[in-house]
């Protein structure tokens, strides 16, 4: 994938600039927003420059969601490049319930498929459950669970990890969430 922008039926996905740092504080400093994510909230513009720098500069799939129209991001898509290929989305919270995540994440898996991307992963909390309905109505598929003591918020969490397939391989999973942590199991139902 170049630099090239995304868009879909309501949204423009681009990669982020440092124009955009004001906007990516809105999202950041949100702790409510920031529950089920990884990191704290942040506290001030230099902290968000530095996630920025960290989590957004020159990463291939790691694109601003805006509105068609402002061009001003409301939140973020992403997929790693590192061996789980982990998918991740974060959107403002007066956006939420829009199906704005699921919408961004079509656009993006598609252009993963054709950029050849083999498979992608992504997790989500079990107390986070319209996180893994985004994750299915992008098809993709619960593979099984594990609980990690998180860090840095340092409480365990039972994590769900969904796998979508982009190459035909049907019969692979990611299983390094499953070997590296000791409590694993699958969930029935889901």
């Known amino acids: 994938m170049d630099t090239r922008r995304l868009e879909t039926g309501r949204l423009l996905l681009r990669p982020f600039g440092p124009v955009d740092l004001e906007a ?22 230099e902290e968000t420059r530095q996630f920025y720098e960290q989590r957004f500069m020159g990463q291939a799939y790691s694109l601003a969601i805006c509105q068609k129209g402002d061009d001003i991001p409301i939140g973020y898509i992403k997929a790693g490049t590192e061996d789980s290929r982990d998918f991740g989305y974060a959107l403002r919270r007066e956006f939420w319930h829009r199906g704005i995540a699921t919408e961004a994440g079509r ?21 986070n459950p319209r996180s893994g309905g985004v994750m ?5 598929h619960y593979c099984y669970s594990y609980v990690e003591q998180w860090q840095p918020k340092n409480f365990p ?17 990611y299983s390094a969430y499953w070997d590296r942590y000791e409590t694993h199991f699958v969930e029935e139902g889901l």
């Open 136 to 140: 299915r109505q992008i098809g993709m």
């Open 24 to 45: 990516l504080y809105l999202l950041l400093r949100d702790e409510e927003v920031n529950a089920f994510l990884p990191w704290f909230p942040v506290k001030d513009l």
């Open 107 to 127: 656009a993006l898996v598609d252009q993963l498929r054709e950029d050849h991307v083999p498979y992608i992963t992504a997790t989500h909390d079990k107390n």
């Open 157 to 173: 969490v039972t994590f769900r990890m969904y796998q979508l397939n982009l190459d035909g391989r049907e019969d692979r999973v």
